[in-house]
């Protein structure tokens, strides 16, 4: 009982499940090991009859109900834990032991619970009072262990082990607390309290020397993995505003948590940081920049009806690209609908493919809803679908701004709301279509703007090829801006340069331009020697797509 921590003999052990507790939630993989230099053993776990995974669930954890083919039951879950008897240590303990007594009423109600836990969580709040977070993610982070983004119970029991080392060895030389008879009493005292300043791994110093100037940042990890990626019109402005606020998101906090050093590059307009950025997150892959991080590195190309799609255009595929298939997949479904070639046997299962939220439907307004979405269209068939859809957007842009909407009504929706979802889900894939177009005219062209630091007569020109930053530089009084090299291209030759990289590297240079269109910066952009877009012209465009 009073032995040497380090030498304690411990089940580490890590439970996903499909819900909170027991009596909303079954296990749905469990992982341990019985000692520091025990391999982990990890098992999923057979659900019981009927039971599914939440959708949720799934996307988090990365297993769906296919998985589960080869998975053990409870029985043979408990005969593997069972022997392994003392203390076992988990972060957020209490959420395993649920489990696991839930396990052991089932399976052994007539012996003893054989485990004690002891809680890495714990711990970690009595000796890091003032780190912004201490879940798993960001403890073992902030101990050089990165967790991968799918919450697996393996990698979760060799963070938790990583865990309990280094809390073992805090414990003796912060605390003198060597032993177990040291460690009970200690976790039973109350746990400090905040301070009013978090306590973060990155020095102070660092952050406050960076440069008021435009530039990429990259947060590090105690072992020098990139963590984050990030643009900034100003360095020192950006960094520095993850630290100031103590209710910032949970990611923030768990971000800082773990970052021990930052990397900068610093660039000569903001516009070039954002671009940098992209390749930066492409090139890495950090874990907490999702929205750049796809997993589907394809982009897709539609045929006409709007019912197949390929990653790669040719004479059937002509519209495109687009990032993801369901925006465009959805309007096919959509026409089918509406001129009867596809019936309604089951409402429920309809909802879900066309996209609706899990909000409750009044009986048959989905079929109503139909009717008075197929009413206020001049054409049933996709394309004209589309058109339509371009038609409602810019009667909304021409609208006089809408009140404040009202609180959401806890109701079922009707006929009404069904028919403006499905307006909603029209307008959404014409915008995919027309930002499709101007992407594609921006993988060869000329950009020319005045960069905030820039005296007025001196314009930053920044020329695109084949999708790609080719060449940026400066234009002097006088100058008139360069036609692109490649304005020859034709517009199949221009889609076939795309990939998910190129899509997500011209949107974001869309999107930059489309600030400067805003903020009055002289924006001028050059397609071919006789069309040059000047800020008037850019202006509607660029907010249209």
Known sequence: MGGALDQLPVLIIDCQTTGPT????????VAWCRSMDDEVTSHLVRLPNGAKIPRPIARMTGIGDDDLTGAIDHPELWRHLAPAEGF???HFARFEERFLRHLHAECAPDRPFPFRFLCTHQIARRLFPDLPRRGLRALSGFFGFSLPELKRAGPHAEATRVVWAHLVDLLRCRRGVETLDELLPYLASPPPSRGR???VPLEREKRLALADRPGVYRFLGRDGCVLYVGKASSLHKRVNSYYRKRRAEDKVLELISQARDIAVTETGTALEAALLEVEEIKRCAPPYNRALRERDTNVWFFSLDLHHARPAPDARHPIGPVPHREGLETIHLLA???????GVEDETAMLHRLGFGPREIAAGALREGLAQFAASVEGAEPIALLRQGSIWRREREDE???EE??????RPLDAADVARFLEGLVIHASRLRGRARWLVQLTDAVLCWIPTQEPPDRRKVLITEKGRVGRVGFLEAGDIAPVPPGHTRARPERQRLFDRAAYDRLRILSTELRRLVIADRAVEVVFSPTRRLDAGRLKRLVEWV
């Open 22 to 29: 027991p009596d909303n939630g079954h296990l749905l993989e």
């Open 197 to 199: 300043r978090f306590r």
């Open 336 to 342: 089918r609908l509406i001129t009867g070639r596809q």
């Open 400 to 402: 006089a701004p809408e």
């Open 405 to 410: 909407p009202a609180e959401e009504e806890d």
């Open 88 to 90: 076992a240590v988990a």
